[in-house]
């Protein structure tokens, strides 16, 4: 490169020249450039002028350009002795000259890429090149530094951070909900160690999920493709055990501690009743019975629905239910009003822990009646029969009572609207016997009820 050095070999006839330090005998030595390859001229001169150059040519080439950064692949495991991988950068194999080292834990090792430029080191069987390797311990992070080194002597070095992390702990105990339910392709839910794998295992049928950032897992039979054993058939009713498995990403798993969580459930409950109610009562009492004869089954619940109102009832132990609208608080919905003339729906419900339902079969079954019946009248009567029969007229259907000379008699008018007492053969309802009666005028007090307890008397 334009500079001539007188150099002394030494005793063992080797010689070197530091272009840095060195002062050229003659000539002016000129820059050294990245990619550039130099002569260097070697001459022995003897004291007779006769000389001998080196064979050699370009012996010099200078490069300054670092090789391609190799990369270390991040790593949690339960193992160790792990098998710690990564790449040479380039994607193929390592270029002639080239080598590449793998340091960590206090040992490097000399690892040879594969031809698509991946390396390995399986901590268990290398052999280091230089250092002692170190025990990985429980919970640390370990730096791993992967290093390119060309035949310049130019490195180059991942650019990544505590690649390794060993971790032998379990995770925490996964969980799966108790569910009962009539859905025989049900959704199934649990808790696991965030982030982790999640192994389902229901009826034979394996399904893989993975916990979220709030630690929840869930799992839809219906919809979810089974990752062995399926598909997954609609179950049956009856009791399934549902096994989890948690495992993390080192590698270790726990399972959960429960069993039989799910019950398939798709019997209908009980129907209920609601008795028929026609009343002048505007804050009415509702009644009806859960169609067993005996109190409500553990797990199932009553509602009563009625104008715009739910009420939740507990039968008692015959099964009889009320629901008394003037002093009950509805479980949900505002109670209307009730109006005369109108009758209502009331629906009641049984709901069983797996949300199967029953509804009684009647319609409209409370009637609302505040206007009094027709005013009921009593027929004259002369007779010389001192146990007469009375009669008259009165709201079809209702109720008669009818008083003479302070006995009491109930009758009922009939479908034409007329009512009659034979106090000769009638039995008093109240102030009996009846006294067969002597010459002279009787008032006959007639009193008309409707079903609805509505009233009105003679005039």
């Known amino acids: 490169n334009g500079a001539t050095y007188t150099v002394t070999p030494d005793a063992s006839g080797n010689w070197s020249v530091d272009t840095e330090t060195a002062t050229p005998t003659s000539g ?34 200078i490069d300054t350009t670092a090789p391609a950064t190799p990369t270390v692949n ?3 495991t339960n193992d160790v002795t792990p098998v710690i991988t990564g790449t040479n950068g380039l994607g193929t194999s390592q270029p002639a000259g080239e080598t590449l080292t793998v340091t960590v834990n206090g040992a490097t090792y000399t690892v040879t890429p594969d031809a698509s430029g991946n390396w390995s080191v399986d901590t268990e069987t290398a052999t280091p090149t230089s250092g002692t390797l170190g025990t990985f311990n429980d919970g640390t992070s370990y730096e791993v530094v992967a290093t390119v ?7 180059a070095s991942d650019a990544t951070n505590n690649e390794v992390s060993i971790d032998t702990t379990a995770p925490a105990t996964p969980t799966v909900n108790a569910l009962t339910t009539s859905d025989n392709t049900p959704v199934v839910s649990g ?11 229901i009826n034979g049928v394996t ?26 058939t609609p179950l049956t009713d009856g009791d399934y055990d549902v096994a989890v498995t948690s495992t993390d990403a080192a590698g270790n798993s726990s399972s959960d501690a429960t069993n039989n969580e799910l019950t398939i459930n798709t019997s209908i409950p009980t129907a209920p009743t609601v008795n028929l109610l026609t009343t002048n009562d505007v804050t009415p009492v509702i009644t009806g019975t859960n169609g ?45 009003t009730f109006n005369n003339g109108t009758s209502y729906e009331v629906v009641a419900t049984v709901t069983d822990a797996a949300s199967n339902s029953a509804s009684d079969a009647t319609s409209n079954e409370v009637s609302i009646d505040t206007t009094a019946p027709a005013t009921p009248t009593v027929n004259a009567l002369t007779t010389s029969d001192n146990t007469p029969v009375v009669s008259g007229t009165a709201e079809i259907g209702s109720t008669v009572v009818v008083v003479i000379n302070g006995v009491t008699f109930t009758t009922t008018a009939d479908a034409s609207g007329d009512w009659s007492v034979d106090t000769e053969t009638a039995t008093p309802t109240a102030g009996g016997p009846f006294t067969p009666l002597t010459d002279g005028d009787y008032d006959v007090a007639v009193t008309s009820t409707d079903v609805a307890g509505n009233s009105s008397s003679d005039a």
């Open 74 to 76: 991040l790593l949690t």
């Open 292 to 336: 067993l004869g005996t109190s409500q089954p553990a797990g199932e619940t009553l509602t009563v629905t009625v104008n715009g109102a739910t009420y939740t009832v507990t039968p008692d132990a015959s099964g009889n239910w009320s629901v008394d609208t003037e002093t009950a608080t509805p479980t949900s919905g505002t109670l209307g």
């Open 191 to 201: 808790t696991a160690e965030i982030g982790s794998t999640v192994v389902v295992v």
């Open 207 to 232: 399904f893989t999920t993975t916990a979220d950032a709030s630690g929840n897992w869930s799992v839809d039979t219906e919809t979810a493709t089974p990752t062995a054993g399926g598909p997954f």
């Open 149 to 155: 080194t060309d035949a310049a002597s130019n490195s």
């Open 28 to 61: 002016t030595l000129g820059t050294f450039n990245d990619g550039t390859s130099y002569e260097v001229v070697a001459t022995v001169t003897d004291a007779a002028s006769n000389s001998a150059s080196d064979a050699t040519s370009n012996e010099v080439s």
